[in-house]
């Protein structure tokens, strides 16, 4: 009897589509892959942020360092 209360319920289940596993695993994938790449472009834009303004902040003060020096050679300081 309860043979045939799960073969009855096993009946009623809907077929599966192998197409559409298939397709749910690509998307799934796809998602995964694309969320991966956005934190790795997230973190180069933090690196590049980071090394631009220590360039700028170096060249601000070698430039600092020029026009003192120029300074002090015209004004004799």
């Known amino acids: ?3 045939n209360a799960q073969r009855a319920a ?3 289940a809907p077929p599966v589509d192998p197409d559409a596993v298939r397709d749910a695993y690509r998307l799934h994938r796809a ?5 991966i790449e956005q934190r790795r472009r997230s973190k180069r834009a933090g690196i590049r942020f980071w090394l631009v303004l ?3 902040l170096a060249l601000s003060v070698a430039l600092g360092v020029t026009i003192w020096r120029e300074v002090q050679q015209l004004f004799g300081l």
């Not at 998602?31 to 969320?35: D, E, G, K, P, Y």
């Open 1 to 3: 009897m309860a043979r």
């Open 10 to 12: 096993g009946d009623d």
């Open 31 to 35: 998602r995964r892959r694309a969320r």
């Open 54 to 56: 220590v360039v700028l």
